[in-house]
Every structure is written in C-alpha cells, then in structure tokens.
C-alpha cells in the first residue's frame, strides 16, 4: 500500500510592469538563498489561494491587490528531488502603482533586495521553480510538469509540459 502524497501548496505572483517581472533575492530562509525568486509562499490552513497571494504580495514586497487582481495562469507540479515535491499556482497582475503602491522590499530579513527583470530574459541565478513558472506563462502551458523524470505517460522529457 502506497501512502498518499503531500504535497504543499505554493502561490507565486508575477507582478508584470510592460515587459518586466518583479523579483526578490532570497537570503538567510535556508531555501534557494542566493537565488532570485517571484513573490511567494506557501497556503496556510484555513486560506484561500487568492487571500493567499494578496497576502504574500503585501509581506513579501508591500503592495495591495484588490482580490479580482491576481489571475490564475499556470499551475507547475515541482519536484526538487525525491520526496519533495509541490504545487505551485502562478497568478499574474498588471503593476498600477497609484492601486498597488510601490513595491519595496519588505522582510530584508530574508531578502537581500528586488528587482525588475525582463521576463523573456531572467537572471541566471533564478530559482528553478521560479523560472517554472515563468515558463509556463510565456509558454501559455496551463500545466507544467518540472523535475519529474519522462514516465512515458503525458508528460513531455524536454520541456516538461502536459500534451493537450
């Protein structure tokens, strides 16, 4: 008998202003530090997915987004290595400072700074489920498998999208 998975469920935001992405550079989480990452986070118990991202949109880097903000674009099934596992939900928002207010970095705690980057052109030191997403926007693919091995099933090895 197998057991079930449990898989964490993660929320990013790509707050897009014309052709670029906001981006914060993790440091001192024991996670990915070093590494340029989208605003996000895990659902906590009890939270919806879009109180959820509204929510790390205003820890993470200090704007409001109304809840009709946030638009679901992609969801990527990520594996870092065996038994790790997770689903990430990427949501997009066009940037309006005079509704969001300017984005800062709030927990410098854990982050060193942020940063607007072309999206079609990320740091190479982002991080690879960052970049999963991403992807998956650009790529309009609404389900993409990331750091799963080709089973011969849906999936597809060089790209890791789902055939539709």
Known sequence: MT??????VDVFLMLIHGDRVLLALRRNTGYAD???????????GDED????VIREAREEVGIRLAR????????VHHRGGPGHARVGLAFTAAFEPHHHGEPEN??????AQI???????LPPDTNSYTAACVRAFLDRT?????GWPASGGAGD???????R
């Open 3 to 8: 057991t079930a998975p449990l898989h964490p």
């Open 34 to 44: 070093g590494q340029w990452n989208l605003p996000s986070g895990k659902l906590e």
């Open 49 to 52: 997915v879009l109180s959820a």
């Open 68 to 75: 009709q903000a946030p638009r679901l674009v992609a969801t």
């Open 106 to 111: 709030a927990e410098p705690e854990k982050c």
């Open 115 to 121: 940063g607007w980057f072309p999206i079609a052109d």
């Open 142 to 146: 609404p389900l993409l498998l990331d």
């Open 157 to 163: 090895a060089a790209s890791g999208r789902v055939r």
